[in-house]
């Protein structure tokens, strides 16, 4: 049974920082790729940013929105993807949820490619 599981959210002042694991378990980590999402209250889903497996280099992207701020990484036998999110704004609030999906091709931030979610963490940055 895949399961992911998210950490570390909080709350946090304004251009502060906060580091998300997304620990995974139940499947063969090296061949998926691993989306990070969140919402806020009363908007949609957004897809924030993504890390590709190993064969395809780990490529990454990021939302325009938190490109020079946020990082993404994996260890792969930890099993566990790292969303390092630095200059926090009160506009990163949310719950931030990890994703799985199953693919050779580099990752994309669009929730419908993704079929295995973990359950979410809050993320609350106050102005």
């Known amino acids: 049974e895949v399961q992911l599981v998210e950490s570390g959210g909080g709350l946090v002042q304004a251009g502060g920082s906060l580091r998300l694991p997304c620990s995974a378990s139940g499947f063969n980590f090296d061949d998926y790729a691993i989306g990070w999402f969140r919402q806020a209250p009363g908007k949609e889903r957004e897809g924030v940013s993504c890390?590709?497996?190993?064969?395809?280099?780990?490529?990454?992207y990021y939302d325009e929105s938190v490109k020079g701020r946020f990082t993404v990484s994996r260890d792969n036998p930890k099993k566990t993807v790292y969303l390092q999110m630095n200059s926090l704004k009160p506009e990163d609030t949310g719950i931030y949820y990890c994703?799985?999906?199953?693919?050779?091709?580099?990752?994309?931030?669009?929730?419908?490619?993704?079929?295995?979610w973990g359950q979410g963490t809050q993320v609350n940055v106050s102005s």
């Open positions: 994703a799985a999906e199953r693919n050779d091709r580099e990752c994309v931030v669009v929730a419908e490619a993704y079929a295995d």
């Open positions: 890390i590709g497996r190993r064969d395809v280099n780990e490529k990454f």
